[in-house]
T-cell receptor, first 115, second 113 residues
């Protein structure tokens, strides 16, 4: 069975601080996808990134970066120089590679960035 | 960027009533999904739909739930007799093929009184 654990329920930082959101996953599949979604206070789910299990290269997109470590089954997300607009709930998710695959979400981490 | 559209954004209903949540997936997509999120909890998978039939469903998706693609554009979730515990945000999602990311709609907040 698949499982995604986001141990941090809530993180509070001050603007311009760097913050890392942890994600640990469990799966028996050798091929899978990992995702991060952002849920701002307005409620929608905003796609941030998808990573294939065969691609362990870290990725950077502006102030966002992701560290995929297959050896520790982790897919951590770092926001550099956080801003108030980054305040949201962030979900890590996992899916199998098959065509009908579904997403298994973690419980989410609420990030509060204060001015 | 193309969008998945959900209507209504908020729905209030009385316990025991039937509700239909509507979604318009992205036009050339083939795989359709419903997820829900009870307030303050994680997003949970309900059902996936492909080639005009359910391909997978969770334990949550019992006989009170049904999905339909009545025409070439809409994808609906029906709850036959709503319960208080059905109150949640319901997200529709779609994707074109297994290698594409999942596009989520903005959700319908269902409140059962």
């Amino acid at each position: 069975a698949q499982k995604v654990t986001q141990a941090q329920t809530e993180i509070s930082v001050v603007e311009k601080e760097d913050v890392t959101l942890d994600c640990v996953y469990e799966t028996r599949d050798t091929t899978y996808y990992l995702f991060w979604y952002k849920q701002p206070p307005s409620g929608e789910l905003v796609f941030l990134i998808r990573r294939n299990s065969f691609d362990e290269q870290n990725e950077i997109s502006g102030r966002y970066s992701w560290n995929f470590q297959k050896s520790t089954s982790s897919f951590n997300f770092t926001i550099t120089a956080s801003q108030v607009v980054d305040s949201a709930v962030y979900f890590c998710a996992l899916s199998e590679a098959a065509g009908y695959s579904t997403l298994t979400f973690g419980k989410g981490t609420m990030l509060l960035v204060s001015p | 960027e193309p969008e998945v559209t959900q209507t209504p954004s908020h729905q209030v209903t009385q316990m025991g009533q039937e509700v239909i949540l509507r979604c318009v997936p992205i036009s050339n997509h083939l795989y359709f999904y419903w997820y829900r999120q009870i307030l303050g909890q994680k997003v949970e998978f309900l059902v996936s739909f492909y080639n005009n039939e359910i391909s997978e469903k969770s334990e949550i998706f019992d006989d009170q739930f049904s999905v339909e693609r009545p025409d070439g554009s809409n994808f609906t979730l029906k709850i036959r007799s709503t319960k208080l515990e059905d109150s949640a945000m319901y997200f529709c999602a779609s994707r074109g093929d297994s290698r594409e990311k999942l596009f989520f709609g903005s959700g319908t907040q269902l409140s059962v009184l």
